[in-house]
């Protein structure tokens, strides 16, 4: 017996050697990316890098999993590496507090990279990852927006070309037809967005979408689960 007794009943023992001799990294530290990323170490992913430049907020603690008043103030990717580390003390954990740009995309070093989990929600930080997983030829996912959402139930994965009323899809969709990139994996809700409620919250961002615990925890578990069942068919 041991920690993934009851997941090698299912993916057997070759399949558990095979994820934790994987290595992922997810770009963003959210409500996505957190449930994502636990769900990988949960499953017996060995080795996984974490990018996110924020601190945990107020606003944080209705749905990221990080997300304590313990835990306030403090950098993302150091409490998620705590966390992760406390159910798995083997797996290998990096991390960068540091954003997707143009001047930091060469940061990482994408050549170790078995899979790429995009869950942020910059757009031009977005069409970086896809754009740099297409020319290495890296397996990647991209999470589009789960904010204005209600129901789980109408989460997806597919390819963007097959996406609907997701606003961040259809832009994606538009940018990486300028770049001739064609086919992204993506999860992407068919629910046609919410108009939230007014909110006295301030940000930098136009229009700060709405969130609830069980849209966005719901994609990353999704994500990390069709990660994991790609990464055994190598």
Do not use: W
Not at 25 to 30: D, L, S
Not at 72 to 85: A, F, G, H, I, W
Not at 143 to 159: F, H, R, V
Not at 195 to 204: D, G, H, L, M
């Amino acid at each position: 017996m041991n920690a993934f007794s009851r997941s090698q009943m299912l993916l057997g023992n070759d399949g558990i050697k095979k994820l934790n001799k994987s290595h992922v990294a997810i770009f963003g530290v959210g409500g996505v990316g957190g449930n994502c990323i636990e769900t990988l170490v949960r499953s017996g992913v060995g080795e996984i890098t974490i990018i996110d430049n924020d601190t945990v907020s107020l606003t944080n603690l209705n749905r990221q999993i990080i997300a304590l008043h313990s835990t306030l103030n403090q950098y993302k990717v150091d409490v998620m590496k705590k966390r992760l580390l406390d159910i798995n003390p083997d797996v290998v954990v990096h991390t960068y507090k540091t954003f997707v740009l143009e001047d930091t995309i060469d940061t990482f070093d994408f050549h170790t990279f078995d899979y790429i989990v995009d869950a942020i929600d910059t757009i031009s930080a977005k069409i970086l990852l896809i754009e740099k997983a297409k020319t290495l030829n890296i397996q990647i996912i991209s999470s589009m927006g789960t904010g204005n959402k209600l129901d789980p139930s109408k989460l997806e994965i597919c390819d963007i070309s097959k996406t609907s009323y997701c606003p961040l899809a259809k832009v994606m969709r538009r940018e990486l037809k300028k770049r001739h990139i064609n086919k992204v994996k993506v999860l992407a809700s068919s629910e046609k967005p919410i108009k939230p409620f007014e909110s006295n919250e301030t940000s930098s961002r136009k229009q700060i979408p709405g969130s609830v615990a069980f849209v966005p925890n719901v994609a990353g578990i999704m994500i990390a689960g069709e990660v994991v069942l790609d990464l055994m068919k190598v």
